[in-house]
DNA sequence: TACTAACGTAAGTGTCAACTGACAGAGAGG
DNA sequence: CCTCTCTGTCAGTTGACACTTACGTTAGTA
């Protein structure tokens, strides 16, 4: 899930993603999206990807196609989501309910 | 933006984003949650943090007074939740609806 | 002034990541 | 078999990053 979440803070990953959410494509195809660097360094970003189970790799003769994981796109927003809410937002509801409570019993605390 | 994500990517920092949510914290009481790496450490990722406008900082005497900056944390979240649904699942349901189309009119394509 | 607490920061190190270029294997077609 | 295409991978370089130690700075205090 950390691995997930390290991907995709690689801009180039999240646009390869993107390129193979709705299609399935070959690697050549894919490399060929990115004029800017070799077709060796989009390789490696898809056995990233891969290993971090962003996106699914299916061999059909000489060619590896490739598509996103949805279902692994989902549980990293789910986590996302998660660390929004109950880490952030509802972890201050808390906090701030109970400061208040000690500012109306105590008037002062400490821990 | 892209400063961000990467900055979140840190699971140590993910932390420190969750402690001063809710609370406004000095670095050293900050530090003193993380045992298995020393203030200067600390330090640093908050200055990153800071870089990326994640966390406000405020000087108080001889302390600085960190706390989580809700605005930016939305943006991101914001800009994640754009990346989801606009850039994929939306994606995806303009790709599916073009594939469709093309079945049933062509009954065959490629590329 | 001298001392101390609370910080940031510079310097140095080990590790990891992104990238290029060269190479190897696998499958398709002649 | 030979050749071409598609693709992963290895070797090597460069730069970024997390971390520690040491030092400098600033503000409060005796």
Do not use: C
Not at 21 to 42: D, Q
Not at 75 to 101: K, P, S
């Amino acid at each position: 899930m950390d691995a997930a979440l390290k991907a995709l803070a690689e801009p180039r990953r999240r646009e390869i993603v993107r390129l193979v959410w709705s299609e399935e494509l070959p690697a050549t195809a894919i490399a060929a999206r990115f004029s800017e660097v070799t077709r060796s360094a989009i390789s490696q970003h898809l056995g990233i990807l891969r290993e971090a189970g962003l996106v699914h790799e299916r061999k059909e003769g000489t060619r590896r196609l490739y598509r996103s994981n949805h279902h692994e796109m989902a549980r990293l927003r789910a986590y996302l989501d998660d660390y929004w809410t109950t880490g952030l937002e509802r972890l201050r509801d808390v906090a701030e309910a109970a400061e208040a409570q000690r500012e109306s019993r105590d008037g002062r605390t400490d821990t």
